[in-house]
């Protein structure tokens, strides 16, 4: 099994900086693609930033250049960098972490951002 744990969400004013954090543990293969989604109530979960299997990272293009993704492999840990958050940012964000064994999912971190 896998474990997937968030921290770093909050209360933010508009044009503010947060960074989330994700730290997996548990049966963790070496391939393994690790990334963040969001989602707002009524809506489907979106890709926000992902580390694909192959060690690349992908963004939703309306993210790009706001948003950056990191990881630590040591600690099994990768973080989102959210700069210039807008209102429209306000989401739970989500871990998710897949490998050939699964797909699996933290329980998520609140971001607010207030205008």
């Known amino acids: 099994q896998v474990q997937l744990v968030e921290s770093g969400g909050g209360l933010v004013q508009a044009g503010g900086s947060l960074r989330l954090s994700c730290a997996a543990s548990?049966?963790?293969?070496?391939?393994?693609?690790m990334g963040w989604w969001r989602q707002t109530p009524g809506k489907q979960r979106e890709l926000v930033a992902t580390?694909?299997?192959?060690?690349?990272?992908t963004y939703a293009d309306s993210l790009k250049g706001r948003f950056t993704i990191s990881r630590d492999n040591a600690k099994n840990t990768v973080y989102l960098q959210t700069d210039t958050l807008k209102p429209e940012d306000t989401a739970v964000y989500y871990c998710?972490?897949?490998?050939?064994?699964?797909?699996?999912w933290g329980q998520g971190t609140q971001v607010t951002v207030s205008s």
């Open positions: 998710r972490l897949y490998q050939t064994s699964g797909i699996y």
């Open positions: 580390f694909t299997t192959s060690g690349t990272t």
């Open positions: 548990g049966s963790i293969f070496s391939v393994a693609a």
